[in-house]
């Protein structure tokens, strides 16, 4: 079983996909920007963590593209396991490596997005971690 994030975003504007993860981001190819925002941070952080609680891992063992969401999503828990399997670099140094390195065809333009979009999803996930800690610290 995995949390799949149902979301599909284009830019009115150029046709391109990304995702207005907050208000002020602007579209990715064209630069273009719309004010509105979609809560996909914590969508993913939330599937995430279930991953991580259920397989020990971030990437699911199967994981079918049904949205945009989920494509970008995907790309966020392989960087996430390649940054905690080492612990020399931090997280902005693995994300930018790591989708430097990526085959990205005719979504280049997504790659500074994407690199953006996981530090986000990076700094939910240890501030979830921290919250856990200290409310398991209250009991
Ligand atoms: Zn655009």
């Known amino acids: 079983m995995s949390l799949h994030i149902m979301y599909n975003h284009q830019c009115p504007k150029c046709g391109a996909y990304y ?28 599937s ?25 999503a995907s790309m966020i828990f392989k960087v996430l396991d390649v940054f905690y399997k080492q612990d020399k670099k931090s997280f902005d140094e693995v994300s930018f490596e790591y989708f ?13 997005h994407i690199i ?14 921290n919250d856990t800690v200290k409310q398991e610290g209250n009991h």
């Open 116 to 129: 953006d979009l996981s530090k986000e999803v990076y700094k939910q996930i240890e501030k979830h971690k």
């Open 19 to 46: 995702i207005p993860y907050k208000e002020d981001i602007p579209c990715p190819k064209c630069g273009f920007v719309e004010g509105d925002k979609a809560d996909i941070v914590s969508e993913i952080v939330n």
């Open 48 to 72: 995430a963590n279930y991953q991580m609680v259920c397989n020990g891992f971030y990437t699911p063992f199967a994981w079918y593209i049904g949205s945009f969401g989920d494509h970008v």
């Open 100 to 112: 430097n390195d990526g085959e990205w065809g005719d979504q280049l333009y997504l790659k500074g």
